[in-house]
């Protein structure tokens, strides 16, 4: 779709609007594949929802195709691991899906058999073994799963490395910009001045369907905590298994205990997942569910100092899978957004699918599930 | 109320006016390091008065205490660079 | 961990002349009231027990007013958080507090200014009145060898105070020049109350050099700070102390009314003439809406407590008062304000976040408090960036963003209400 034909000499191949980590993986793997590109953001680098995630690199099994660009981004991120700097806190700590009872057992074993017979390395834990791994749980947990080669990052200066990365090998970068439309020659920005650019990628997140009509990409409000530093607490990434059942219910609030250790000893406490919540306040009720929730699973959690929470907003699409590739009604247009919970994990993938389609590359998965204009995105509780 | 509390601070008894917040004893008992920073600089008390966070010390088993705020308690184990 | 819940018709937040005022005013007036302060007692920072000396007459008055009254107070409870309107949380060493209010009046005070320089993160090197603090609370300081050091009227009064206890000061090295203080000499003298202390202090002083201009531009030591250099003009010279005591003048604690929404103004809290802020019902008082010294902080807290209380009349009374001393802390403020020169103290390898330990380095090429916190961790760490976010915006002029409960680092439990019934009702 990116015809030669197409690149403007004046201007740039492709413009990217968001500076988050979708938009700045979109912008690397661009620059790599030597298009001429530019990043616009209004904010700083990583300032959406991209520094208000947790950056747990997790493998996850929803549907087939979630699995699959879970599966391939975390691959990639694997690969990149050695060359990440150290502000990155890149560790390759494993996530640990907890069961409470026989029925969470049960998915343990079925998790067990998806991962394995796809080649994700899995390890069934008893109660024991458990109790062993992560000594702070409480008593009478059943088991668990433990996802070996999953990790944890710290999104805002990861972001910040790919952009960088991306600039060295020729990407501009220009913040304080504000994009009021994308236009038929590149984007406008709110002064009246156009990035002249051949294809614009919406990476705007939450707000990408400002910019175009025709897609759906809802907020959905998340809320998390963070302790001072308490090395040695935590060693794995910590779920309930339970989240599963609640996290996609679209019709109800929810909370799931999931934690996660900090290289530096801080322990990141989530989570929760609200729908049509558009404040950024924090909600106290449901910030006070979710502390019950993880102090249910981790009863020493209460009496850590805890130092700030916040809140951010996942780009939700309806079937929890995000749009890469050209808008159905628009060639110049091709969007990179609607990661909701998983965008730290799938930014890569994403980047790569995308550029793979503007130059007409063959892609190492599939990506047509993820194409804009796919049918049958089904809603995501149906 | 005694006029004397001993609370232990790493390891050792001192003996303190009741009323007197652990950053003073600690001081008292002669160390100006309170903790280490993340770097590894050593620290102690900068405000006094609650807001700084450099006088953490672990108390009774609770780490990242602030001790200029706290008041010694009779038999209160004490240990810095918390 | 306990949880106690109390009810109030008034809850006072901060236990400094200001708050003690306001509440002895309102409680006059038959309303329930009740104080929390982060503090063990009451007093704030001027008031301050002190293990070894009386406090003067005008505390004392106060005190004991405050003790002779209805009002009820908690102390060691730093309050963290407004889950709900009309109900704060606050946190001690071994307990929690839920407390149901029907108006709120904040007289969260001042905390001293911090400007990184090298050495400044040294053990013993600490603000002004942070070692008179400590040494208020007990810390033995005879014989010492101090450098007094920042900007304020603060450095003169805790000088006099050390010297009092028995301490050598070296030398008070105040950032401001001689003519912004000459300019403030001649507005004492409309004011003899003041004009008497500065005079008392001066007495006090005798012996010890005072030098404007001047300030310390590093600080060194092996384990401890051992030695200051200090700059005045051209001229450059070691001295050798056991503490420095350095704050650069004061600045409001606004954390807890940005927390409930108030509207702030020059880093102030911004009050109207019954000193309400832009939220109804709630009140500040003190130096959390500007800072003015002990006369305006009780005044204000008169003028709040009565306001509470419908006595709007009262309140008007001081009115003129208030006026008298908002124009003092006006002139005050300016002979103190701080010197561009400052700004180059900080070396490339100066923390200026000390909680994170982030140096000036990494933060030149960052362009707003934001981008710092999220590239860098500056302001990320427990104290919030109460330290360093005034730094920071001396430093580079950026702004800190929304406060978020904690207001206060907590324990995670500390935001849970326990789940056993309402514990009776207090006043
Ligand atoms: C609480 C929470 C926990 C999470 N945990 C995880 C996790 O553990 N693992 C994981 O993989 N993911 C997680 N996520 C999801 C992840 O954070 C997001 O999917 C991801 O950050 C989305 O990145 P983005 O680049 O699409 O959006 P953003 O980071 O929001 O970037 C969009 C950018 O576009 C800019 N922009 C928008 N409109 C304009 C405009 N008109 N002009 C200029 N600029 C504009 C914005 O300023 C912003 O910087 C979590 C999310 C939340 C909220
Ligand atoms: C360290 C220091 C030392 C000082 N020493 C002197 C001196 O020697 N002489 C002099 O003339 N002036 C001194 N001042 C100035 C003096 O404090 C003011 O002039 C005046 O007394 C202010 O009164 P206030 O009631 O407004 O505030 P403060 O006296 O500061 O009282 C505020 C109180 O609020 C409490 N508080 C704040 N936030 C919370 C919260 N979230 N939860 C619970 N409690 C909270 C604090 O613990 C404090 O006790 C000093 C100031 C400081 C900061
Ligand atoms: S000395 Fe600053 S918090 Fe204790």
Redesign the pocket.
């Known amino acids: 779709m990116l015809g030669h034909s197409k690149m403007t000499t004046a201007g740039f191949d492709v413009a990217i609007v968001g500076a988050g980590v979708v938009g700045a993986a979109c912008a690397l793997e661009c620059a790599r594949a030597g298009l001429r590109v530019i990043v616009l953001d209004r904010d700083p680098i990583g300032g959406g929802t991209t520094g208000a995630g947790m950056g747990h690199l997790v493998v996850m099994d929803d549907s087939e195709a979630q699995f699959a660009l879970t599966r391939f981004s975390c691959s990639l991120w694997n690969e990149r691991g050695v060359e990440l700097p150290p502000e990155v806190e890149y560790q390759k700590c494993g996530t640990i899906w907890v069961a409470a009872d026989e029925v969470e057992m049960a998915e343990v074993h079925r998790k067990q058999d998806f991962y394995s017979s796809r080649g994700v390395a899995v390890e069934v834990l008893d109660y024991r073994q458990l109790a062993e791994a992560e000594p702070n749980l409480r008593e009478g947990l059943v088991g668990g799963l433990l996802v070996r080669d999953d990790s944890v990052l710290y999104p805002p200066c990861a972001t910040r490395f790919l952009i960088e990365k991306a600039q060295q090998q020729g990407a501009v970068l220009r913040l304080n910009s504000t994009v009021a439309s994308l236009g038929s020659h590149g984007p406008v920005l709110s002064d009246g001045s156009v990035v002249s650019a051949g294809i614009t990628v919406n990476a705007a997140g939450i707000s990408s369907p400002q910019l175009v009509a025709g897609i759906e990409v809802q907020p959905r409000k998340g809320h998390l905590l963070i302790t001072d530093r308490y090395p040695g607490f935590l060693n794995h990434q910590v779920v309930e298994l339970g989240y599963l059942k609640r996290a996609h219910s679209v019709t109800s609030d929810s909370v799931a205990f999931n934690v996660q250790p900090r290289k530096n000893g801080q322990i990141l406490i989530g989570s929760s997942r609200q729908y049509g919540n558009r404040e950024k306040g924090i909600d106290a009720l449901l910030l006070r569910q979710m502390i019950r929730q993880a102090t249910e699973y981790m009863p020493e959690l209460k009496n850590l100092s805890t130092i700030r929470a916040w809140t951010g907003f996942r780009p939700a699409t309806r079937d929890n899978l995000p749009f890469i590739g050209p808008h159905p009604n628009n060639e110049n247009i091709c969007l990179a957004t609607g990661h909701e919970g998983l965008g730290i994990t799938t930014s890569l993938a994403t980047a790569e699918l995308l550029v793979d389609q503007l130059l007409k590359r063959p892609s190492k998965i599939p990506y047509e599930p993820y194409l804009p204009g796919r049918s049958g995105e089904r809603r995501a509780d149906a | 109320m005694p006029e004397f509390v001993t609370i232990w601070i790493n390891g050792s008894a001192v003996r303190v006016p009741a009323g007197t917040p652990v950053s003073i004893a600690v001081l008292m008992a002669g160390h100006s390091e309170f903790r280490r920073s993340v770097s590894g600089e050593p620290r102690g008390p900068l405000?006094?008065?609650?807001i700084c966070m450099e006088c953490r010390v672990q108390i009774d088993n609770q780490a990242h205490c602030r001790s200029c705020q706290i008041l010694c308690q009779e038999g209160m184990t004490v240990r810095t660079h918390d | 961990m306990i949880e106690q819940r109390y009810r109030t018709d008034i809850l006072v937040?901060?236990?400094?002349?200001?708050?003690?005022a306001a509440a002895f005013r309102a409680a006059e007036s038959g309303a329930r009231v009740l104080v929390?302060?982060?503090?063990p007692q009451c007093?704030?920072?001027?008031?301050?027990a002190d293990s070894k000396k009386a406090l003067d007459k005008d505390a004392t008055k106060w005190l004991d007013r405050i003790r002779d009254s209805s009002v009820k107070f908690l102390g060691g409870?730093?309050?963290?958080d407004r889950p709900e309107p009309g109900v704060m949380r606050?946190e001690g060493f071994d307990q929690v507090v839920a407390c149901r209010f029907e108006k709120l009046i904040l007289?969260?005070?001042?905390?001293?200014r911090f400007l990184p320089f090298p050495g400044w993160t040294l053990p013993n090197v600490t603000?002004s009145?942070?070692l008179?603090?400590l040494v208020k609370a007990g810390l033995p300081i005879e014989g010492k060898r101090i450098v007094v050091a920042g900007s304020g009227?603060?450095l003169l009064?805790?000088a006099g105070?050390l010297k009092e206890r028995g301490a050598k000061i070296q030398i008070i090295a105040e950032q401001t020049r001689r003519f912004d203080l000459v300019k403030l000499g001649l507005r004492l003298l409309k004011c003899p109350k003041k004009l008497q202390q500065a005079f008392d202090l001066k007495m006090k002083l005798q012996g010890i050099p005072y030098l404007t201009n001047c300030w310390p531009v590093s600080a060194s030591g092996r384990n401890a700070v051992e030695s200051v250099t200090l700059q005045q003009g051209p001229k450059e010279w070691a001295v050798s102390c056991d503490y420095l005591a350095c704050?650069f003048h004061?600045l409001p604690?606004t954390?807890?009314a940005e927390l409930l929404g108030c509207r702030i103004e020059k880093g102030s809290v911004w009050v109207d003439e019954f000193q309400e802020t832009s939220v109804q019902g709630l009140y500040c008082?003190?130096?959390?809406c500007g800072?003015?010294?002990?006369e305006l902080?009780l005044v204000e807290?008169e003028v709040a407590g009565w306001a509470a209380t419908n006595l709007k009349e009262k309140a008007r009374e001081r009115f003129s008062e208030r006026r008298k001393w908002r124009g003092f802390a006006a002139g005050l403020n300016r002979a103190f304000e701080l010197r561009r020169e400052l700004k180059k103290l900080p070396t490339p390898e100066t923390f200026i976040c000390r909680c994170e330990d982030v140096p000036f380095s990494r933060l030149q090429s960052e362009h707003s408090w934001r981008s710092a916190k999220l590239q860098t961790r500056c302001g990320m760490g427990p104290c919030q960036g109460r330290v360093c976010g005034p730094a920071t915006e001396f430093l580079f002029g950026w702004k800190t963003e929304s406060v978020r409960p904690p207001?206060?680092p907590v324990r995670l439990g500390s935001f849970v209400p326990s789940s056993a019934g309402d514990a009776p009702a207090e006043s």
């Open positions: 405000c006094g008065m609650g | 937040v901060g236990a400094g002349p200001a708050g003690v929390v302060d982060d503090n007093g704030g920072q001027i008031w301050r409870l730093k309050v963290f606050a007289a969260t005070g001042a905390r001293e603000g009145g942070g008179q603090a009227p603060l009064a805790v105070y704050g004061l604690n954390e807890l008082v003190g130096e959390s800072v003015g010294g002990l902080a807290g207001v206060f």
